[in-house]
């Protein structure tokens, strides 16, 4: 079976996310207007600016159809902004900023400060150390009931899950480690046998 | 649960990391906060904060200079997006001061008169990651081996004149695209040719492609530019001069975001191009007295 999935690509990070779906085997598809969502099997939503990305969803005519899909049970992986996007609710956020709220969790923007304060630092994940690139990251600052926690940071969460969505507060795309792009398509979405590789097994 | 590792900032992957996060956008120019906020509300993906764009920079003549802290604070607390601010080539201080306060980027700019007729800023040295101008692959090279984070084709800044962005750009991408062919004994050829470190040109004989993301920068105008810029190979687009010194800025920063986003699709840059008034008068290349391209070593 070709799996593909789309990578929303109005602005930010798609190419790096592209490139390691690409490397697992799968079929990357960007998605820039409502008629590429046809046919894909699950969706990442890339890091980027999140207010831009927001923006842009509307003016494309993506924000409705992509938001019934991922309400219909689309699996999604977003890091980032792309964690904002599918939060349900935002603090610090622009008032005409939107999110899908697929993951109950509420998440604020730009919390640990300016470019200067991003960092690099270990995330402990419920599958074994993961290293986190945090670039001018969002913070969740409210977790609900259904939503699982799968990593921290300094005690916070930085990787959830709820249902088929997850998402990482940092980026697993600029780390060149695979892991959590294969912990998605195998255990979250379903679309890949889970022992894809010896990475895949060792979680 | 405690991390082993210790917490980093400003490492060159955190530092290319942000340029990575803006590629697929639009970074504007803007003098005030109001404009930065036009400029948000259209969807760019950051702002440049400067005293003058950079055709009054033309027009006026003078020393063009780092922006006052005060409007460059100003233009920080009126908007969400990253904020970059330009520093004059070799001005290490101008880029001191830019990090202090907390800018997200800085670029090393030869729009603003070059402090240092010999030396570029030693950009390792800073958290904060920097952005800088070239006209080929040996000047982006030159400025990757000095820490640059992202590389934007020069163009020529305050034309409204996109020839000479296209110029660059081709000689930048063409080039990389000849030493993907190279054998390994040119490869020494190129970079020396190139003025270039020999590591570098080998990464790109391998990769075929540039360590960091490219931008298009000097000389856009329109959505139609914007999208020739992203057909030709750059990863995302500056608009300097050419929203706020159109007739209309607002619906012109729109189209050209989204002309950005969809740069493939020749309808919606019909759509988006449609009753935008006047873009800005723009200059041909042979009335232009100072050729800001050429500053930079």
Not at chain 2, 270 to 278: F, H, I, M, N, Y
Request: charged share 20%; net charge negative; with cysteine.
């Amino acid at each position: 079976m070709n799996v593909r999935v789309g990578v929303l690509a109005v602005q930010g990070a798609f190419l790096a996310h592209s490139e390691i779906l690409e490397e697992l085997g799968v079929t990357a598809v960007e998605i820039r207007q409502p008629a590429h969502l046809g046919g894909v099997d699950a969706m990442v939503l890339p890091g980027g600016e999140s207010g831009t990305m927001s923006k842009l969803l509307v003016s494309t005519g993506l924000y409705e159809p992509l938001g019934k899909l991922l309400h219909g049970g689309l699996p999604v992986f977003g890091t980032c902004a792309g964690m904002i996007l599918l939060g349900s609710s935002i603090l610090d956020g622009r008032d005409d900023q939107s999110c899908f709220g697929v993951i109950d969790i509420a998440v604020r923007r730009n919390a640990y400060g300016r470019q200067v304060d991003s960092f690099e630092d270990d995330v402990d994940t419920t599958f074994g150390q993961f290293h986190g690139v945090f670039i001018r990251a969002p913070r969740v600052e409210e977790v609900g009931r259904d939503v699982e926690v799968l990593g921290s940071h300094d005690g916070e969460p930085v990787l959830v899950r709820q249902g088929v969505a997850l998402a990482a507060a940092f980026h697993p795309e600029l780390s060149g480690d695979t892991r959590l792009h294969e912990f998605f398509l195998s255990h979250v979405a379903g679309l890949v046998p889970v022992a894809i590789n010896q990475t895949a097994k060792e979680m | 649960m405690a991390s082993s590792s210790e917490h980093l900032t400003g490492t060159v992957r955190v530092k290319r990391g942000l340029a990575e996060m803006l590629k697929g956008g639009v970074i504007m120019d803007v003098v005030t906060p109001e404009q930065a906020r036009v400029a948000e509300d259209a969807g760019a993906c950051a702002v440049m904060a400067l005293e003058r764009v950079p055709a009054d920079i033309r027009k006026d003549g003078g020393v063009a200079r780092m922006s006052d802290p005060e409007m460059i604070e100003g233009i920080k607390a009126a908007v969400t997006i990253p904020v970059m601010a330009k520093a004059r080539i070799g001005h290490f201080v101008e880029a001191q001061i830019l990090e202090a306060l907390g800018v997200d980027f800085v670029d090393e700019s030869e729009v603003l008169t070059p402090a240092d007729e010999a030396h570029h800023i030693d950009k390792f040295a800073f958290t904060v990651p920097f952005v800088c101008g070239a006209t080929n692959l040996g000047e982006a090279l030159r400025r990757i081996s000095e820490g640059a984070c992202m590389i934007r084709s020069k163009g020529e800044a305050g034309t409204g004149n996109i020839v000479e962005a296209v110029r660059h750009l081709r000689s930048i991408l063409g080039d990389i695209r000849r030493i993907t062919q190279a054998d390994s004994a040119e490869l020494f050829d190129w970079a020396k040719r190139l003025q270039a470190p020999l590591p570098l040109v080998q990464e790109i004989a391998q990769t075929g492609k540039l360590q960091v993301p490219l931008f298009c920068a000097g000389g856009i105008a329109t959505p139609a530019d914007a999208a020739l810029a992203m057909q030709l190979g750059a990863e995302a687009v500056f608009v300097g001069s050419g929203i706020f010194k159109s007739s209309d800025p607002a619906p012109r920063a729109k189209a050209i975001v989204e002309a950005t986003t969809n740069f493939r699709d020749a309808h919606i840059l019909a759509k988006v191009s449609r009753g935008l008034g006047a873009p800005m008068t723009g200059i041909g290349m042979d009335a232009v007295n100072e050729r800001y391209a050429e500053r930079g070593w």
